[in-house]
């Protein structure tokens, strides 16, 4: 079974700049996360759909950050404009549908912010 | 409010011993717990997860999990650590019941360093 898949896995903007990532999930799993990793910390919830509707984007900064799942498979994530405090690695996660369901994580984007 | 806490940032054991790495949570309802370990410049992978029934959990390669309501503990362990265990890893808290949202709650992360 093919993973979770991300791109690009490196990315270099200037402040104010803006960004977008990819994620492609497991084939057949409703339910994708996109999590925020600063690093020492563990990953953070940004936002959650269920197909392509949010189901939890409470810890999103709606100001910058914006988030979609046409279709229900891929989804893009977007900053605009990047902030310092912005440089992370942004992990994108899948699972099939159920609270008790492992998630399974792409290799993540490492967002550097200059 | 869910938590986790992973009270040791790092943990040294000698190849071939025993390793436990801790976790506690705070949930209100019943807890799901997993844990999930982190190799250098890559996504996290699943290891095991408690749902219901057994205290004890099995998952992959040759890591266990023992959880304890009473002390709200889900320690993560493995009779022999090889060198190749050596990564970051991950608790996490998912809770059902009233007042939670059913969102994934990871602790800060334990380094494991197996020395050969």
């Known amino acids: 079974e093919a993973g979770v898949a991300q791109s690009p896995r490196y990315k270099i903007i200037e402040k104010r700049q803006s960004v977008a990532f990819w994620c492609n999930p497991i084939s057949g799993h409703a339910t994708l996360y996109w999590y925020q990793q600063i690093l020492g910390q563990g990953p953070k919830l940004l936002i959650q759909f269920q197909n392509n509707g949010v189901v939890d984007d409470s810890q999103l900064p709606k100001d910058r950050f914006s988030a979609e799942r046409l279709k229900g498979v891929d989804s893009t994530l977007k900053i605009q404009p990047a902030k310092l405090e912005d440089s992370a690695v942004y992990l994108c996660a899948s699972s099939s549908q159920g609270a008790y369901q492992p998630q399974h994580f792409g290799d993540g984007t490492r967002l550097s912010i200059l | 409010a869910q938590s986790v806490a992973q009270p040791e940032d790092q943990v040294n054991v000698a190849e071939g011993n025993p390793l436990t790495v801790k976790c506690t949570y705070s949930v209100s309802g019943n807890p799901y717990l997993f844990w999930y370990v982190q190799y250098p410049n890559r996504g996290l992978q699943f290891l095991l997860k408690y749902i219901t029934g057994d205290n004890l959990v099995k998952g992959s390669y040759g890591f266990e999990a023992e959880f304890n309501k009473s002390q709200t503990s889900f320690h993560l362990k493995k009779p022999s650590a090889l060198v190749s265990d050596s990564a970051l890893y991950f608790c996490?808290?998912?809770?059902?019941?009233?007042?939670?949202?059913?969102?994934?709650?990871f602790g800060q992360g334990t380094t494991l360093q197996v020395k050969p």
């Open positions: 996490a808290v998912r809770g059902y019941g009233s007042g939670n949202t059913g969102k994934l709650i």
